[in-house]
T-cell receptor
Framework: AQKITQTQPGMFVQEKEAVTLDCTYD???????LFWYKQPSSGEMIFLIY??????QNATEGRYSLNFQKARKSANLVISASQLGDSAMYFC?????????????FGKGTRLSVIA | DSGVTQTPKHLITATGQRVTLRCSPR?????VYWYQQSLDQGLQFLIQ???????AKGNILERFSAQQFPDLHSELNLSSLELGDSALYFC????????????FGPGTRLTVT
């Protein structure tokens, strides 16, 4: 069974600073995908970034990058140059790469607060 | 805008009642997933449909059921509602073969009083 652990219930970061949100996972699958989603106070789930287990390079999307360490089973999200609008809940998720798309398993999330 | 639509946005109903939540996936997406987000359980997968067929089942109660129609929209039916069913219900969709995508709708917030 897959499991996602996010050990930081809440984080604070100063505006314009970088912040790392931790995510560790557990799976017996060899092929899987890792996702990060942002959930602002309005409630919607916004897809941020994806990392495949066989991708050799860490994924990057604008100010978001994923620090993927396969041996440690960690997939930390790095947000550079934090903005006030980054204040939200952040969820790490994974799915196995079965034929046909599979559901996501989510962690409990980290609430990020950006301070001016 | 993810392209996934859900209606209604909010729903308030009483215990024992039955409600239907509706989801339209992104154009071209054949897979539809339903998730429940509650304070105590977090985000949990309920059920997945692919091109009209049930593909995977998660922690879905027997009081809940879903279906996907020929036009690919999906409905989640919740019956004999209890206070604990109050939650945010998300629909998500993805296209076959794209492992890196799963886009969420805005959610339906259900309040059971």
């Amino acid at each position: 069974a897959q499991k996602i652990t996010q050990t930081q219930p809440g984080m604070f970061v100063q505006e314009k600073e970088a912040v790392t949100l931790d995510c560790t996972y557990d799976t017996s699958d060899q092929s899987y995908g890792l996702f990060w989603y942002k959930q602002p106070s309005s409630g919607e789930m916004i897809f941020l970034i994806y990392q495949g287990s066989y991708d050799e390079q860490n994924a990057t999307e604008g100010r978001y990058s994923l620090n993927f360490q396969k041996a440690r089973k960690s997939a930390n999200l790095v947000i550079s140059a934090s903005q006030l609008g980054d204040s939200a809940m952040y969820f790490c998720a994974m799915r196995e790469d079965e034929p046909g798309n599979t559901p996501l398993v989510f962690g409990k999330g980290t609430r990020l607060s950006v301070i001016a | 805008d993810s392209g996934v639509t859900q209606t209604p946005k909010h729903l308030i109903t009483a215990t024992g009642q039955r409600v239907t939540l509706r989801c339209s996936p992104r154009s071209g997406d054949l897979s539809v997933y339903w998730y429940q987000q509650s304070l105590d359980q977090g985000l949990q997968f309920l059920i997945q449909y692919y091109n009209g067929e049930e593909r995977a089942k998660g922690n879905i109660l027997e009081r809940f059921s879903a279906q996907q129609f020929p036009d690919l929209h999906s409905e989640l039916n919740l019956s004999s509602l209890e206070l604990g069913d109050s939650a945010l219900y998300f629909c998500a969709s993805s296209v076959e073969g794209r492992r890196d995508e799963q886009y969420f709708g805005p959610g339906t917030r259900l309040t059971v009083t």
